[in-house]
């Protein structure tokens, strides 16, 4: 049974706020409400108090205090997870928003970034030097919690997830020590954090491999979505055979206003989003096979790498409420592309959407238990995302994305991608890490025994299991 902050000793509490240098805002503060806003407007959690951090050494504190007495504990990065999993009730939230910091080495391309930075903020300072870190599709999100999770985006084929290319981490564990984990040092962590989530402690910077990728010939081609299952058959042979320099996911989506022809508004299609990071005097000939499907609109170009990365942002502002299920696939057999045009057609509000990124190339080729992410051999993550401004659409789009799992679940690789779940019970972990599980259950026992930061996809240590 966790305390609430209310029952704590005023003493306690002003000696938390003596050594404290960031900001503290309880419930009775005015910033108090804006401050537990987070991207996914469908969270409704009200903490006992944010520790906003301001360094490692308020970390420290915060973990402390939030260990001694006995409080539940949150931890927050970029403030994206669809579960809402940066907040907690009654508790405390270690707010890393203000560690921040973009450091880029050219003598080896890596780049040291801090707890607190989402992507954005890392991409603008990478492409000053013609660097890119693989992350996710949306600049927004934070990076804390995507690279815990793993990382998927326009460079896994090429470079691999977010975690492929971590070099080392700063992190404070449960006992409020701070360690360093690399190859050489805390070798278990280090493992343990390269998909293993925020259970191990709070990561105040990440050291990340970049890669020479300035610019990129990307933008997505549309199909209308009576063509899903042909053009995912093709897909499907397709893109496992395409050069690694080429990554496309897969989508099914309502076209938005802008910038597509009017003609075509709130109309539903399939599409795939294109990302190439080689030769381009090879790409017409690599590409040809996209056109030679005919699609209805292909606008696919040359751009700086930054502009991918945010070229969906606006679509999808912080405050919407959104609701996801995932799995991975081994396989895009006649059943499951069938099920695909049934969901596909009855998508249920403009902005929800059905993704499917390709886990090969670069991703497939690191061992299944390298690193926790446990389904390198899978083919696809998929995840449904039912997405609308308005919160009257919830249950409709709540339905659409359950309905949609449930029916495509008998035909998945078993798990999902942990970034993409939303809290789906003890099982779902179980099986998302699948042969992993144990190890990180062990590493937890050794370094969180009693499950603090556990406000997370919880590997559950052995003695509160
Ligand atoms: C619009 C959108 C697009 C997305 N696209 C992609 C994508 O393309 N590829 C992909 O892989 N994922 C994607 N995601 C999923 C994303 O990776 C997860 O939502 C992730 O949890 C977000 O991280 P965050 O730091 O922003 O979230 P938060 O809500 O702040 O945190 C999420 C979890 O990570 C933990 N955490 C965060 N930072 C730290 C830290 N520094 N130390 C310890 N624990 C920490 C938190 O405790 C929490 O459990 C997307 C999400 C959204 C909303």
Redesign the pocket.
Known sequence: MKNSVNEIAPNLIQTFKSEFKGQLIFSSDADYNDTRQ???AMINKHPGVFAMCKNADDVIVAVNFGRDNNLLV?????????A????CDDGLVID?SGIKCVEVDTSNNTVKVG??N?WNEVDKATHEFGLAIP????S???????T??????YLTRKYG??IDNLLEAE?VLADGTIVTVNTTKNIDLFWAIRGG??NF????SFTFQAHPVKLLIGGPALWPIERVEEVMAWYDKFIQEAPEDLNGFMTTMVIPESPFPEHLHNKKFCGIVWCYVGDPDKFEEIFKPVLDLNPFFAHVGEMPYPALQTMFDGF?PTGLQ?YWRADFFNELGPEVRAQHLKFGSAIPTALSQMHL?PISGAASRVGSEDTPWAYRDAKYAGVYLGVDPDPENVTKITKWCKSYYEALHPYSAGGA?S??MMEEGQDRVKASYKQNYDRLVEIKSAYDPKNL?R???NIIPVKNS
């Not at 992350?135 to 949306?138: D, F, K, L, N």
């Open positions: 987070v991207y996914n949150a931890i927050r990065g970029g403030g994206h997870n669809g809402g999993l940066g907040l890393l707890g607190g989402i992350s996710g599709m949306i927004t999100t934070g990076v804390g919690g995507l815990l999770g793993g990382g998927i985006g997830l977010t992190m989530g925020g402690g709070v990561v105040t999808f959104w990124y991608y970034n993409f930061f406000v997370n996809q």
